[in-house]
């Protein structure tokens, strides 16, 4: 496995919102982490990338123990990250947001499947369009485009993505869709958080489910269409 989460338990407060939380992702999977509002997906994501220490369980990387690293060392140890709120610099342009994202500031030269701006611009052109814009004046497509790749520069075995398609307009929603599909066609694992099943249940080849604070179900897409009462009961309303 390349990401194999364990059992994690993550606190607010006195609010114990993740309990025995465990998942995880092989080379080359494209996976999904479904489930109403508030269960917990985001914070899975931020205890697995170090923004909230769980009080335990374990999260390993490439057999690399970096439960409760501080998100930099995460990074470095090869997981990209794309929060909720996209995070654009909003007075920086395209290629210096972009530029943001190189680990430690060096783009590696000796890795042949290193992400330079360069290949973003030929895998994005939509993005290249737009290279001198600044961030604030990107539409929000551009602007989730734009993390997402900025998530590449770093050259990540593994990005997670939280709720990449939110907002959107629905020819962007295809967009964003069909980039995620492309990045990981190129060899680079994800997991995501998506509200919108369509686009879930299109791109994913297993799937996570939360209930309230744990996990409800995990199979392929075909085993959560088999189980009707699984998908009335966690996602949809
Ligand atoms: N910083 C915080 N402080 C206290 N409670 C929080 C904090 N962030 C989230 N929570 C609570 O923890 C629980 C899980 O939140 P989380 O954001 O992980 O859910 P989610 O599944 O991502 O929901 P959504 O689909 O709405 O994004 C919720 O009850 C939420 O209110
Ligand atoms: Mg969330």
Do not use: C
Request: charged share 25%; no cysteine; glycine share 10%.
């Amino acid at each position: 496995m390349l990401l194999d989460v364990k059992d994690l338990n993550t606190y607010y407060g006195a609010s114990h919102v993740l309990q025995d939380m465990s998942l995880a992702v092989d080379e080359g999977e494209l996976i999904a982490l479904l489930g109403r509002n508030g269960m917990g997906k985001s914070t899975t994501l931020k205890s697995i990338m170090g923004l909230v220490k769980p009080k335990s369980g374990t999260v390993m990387y490439k057999d690399q123990n970096v439960t409760g690293y501080p998100p930099y060392k995460v990074a470095r140890a090869g997981i990209g990250y794309v929060p909720e709120e996209r995070r654009i610099f909003p007075n920086l342009s395209v290629v210096d947001n972009l530029a943001m994202g190189i680990k430690g500031g060096k783009i590696d030269k000796g890795n042949p499947n290193a992400w330079t701006v360069q290949r973003i611009f030929e895998q994005f052109p939509a993005l290249k369009a737009r290279r001198g814009q600044k961030g604030a004046l990107l539409s929000g497509g551009e602007q989730q485009m734009l993390s997402i790749s900025r998530s590449l520069m770093g050259s990540p075995e593994l990005i997670m993505v939280d709720e990449p398609t939110e907002g959107l307009a629905p020819f962007l929603v295809k967009e964003v869709r069909d980039m995620l599909e492309d990045i990981n066609k190129t060899g680079v694992s994800i997991l995501f958080v998506e509200h919108n099943l369509k686009v879930a249940m299109s791109l994913a080849h297993r799937i996570y489910l939360m209930g309230k604070a744990h996990l409800a179900f995990t199979g392929t897409v075909e085993e959560l269409n088999a189980h009707p009462d699984i998908r009335a009961k966690y996602l949809e309303v």
